[in-house]
């Protein structure tokens, strides 16, 4: 008996916990409607992409990198400054270090 291949792609996408797929032909006539509207209300920039004036795509567009650039700027700045105070605890110590062996030869 051959096992039904939908069932073993999707229990693969299960396991794997995928989040989004990328599906054409049949697939995208069968779900695809459905998926990209529950998609466009959560992000109305894409409604853009197939009817709304190319200006305000261009705009939402910009909008949502600044938005990621600025996540992105906060998540690593706490993460940045700690990787700092590390690099110049390091660095005391190592000036520490080398002024012992200066005053203390042979050690």
Do not use: T
Request: hydrophobic letters at 40%; aromatic letters at 4%.
């Amino acid at each position: 008996m051959i096992p039904n291949p939908i069932r073993k792609v999707l229990s693969s996408i299960e396991k794997r916990r995928v989040r989004a797929l990328l599906m054409g032909g049949q697939a995208c006539v069968f779900y695809g409607a459905a998926e990209f509207s529950r998609a466009a209300r959560a992000r109305p920039l894409l409604a853009h992409a197939l009817d709304g004036p190319r200006a305000a795509l261009e705009a939402g567009l910009q909008a949502e990198q600044d938005a990621e650039r600025e996540a992105d700027r906060a998540y690593w700045l706490p993460l940045k400054r700690e990787l700092e105070l590390l690099r110049h605890e390091a660095a005391r110590k190592s000036r520490e270090g080398g002024a012992r062996q200066a005053r203390h030869p042979g050690e």
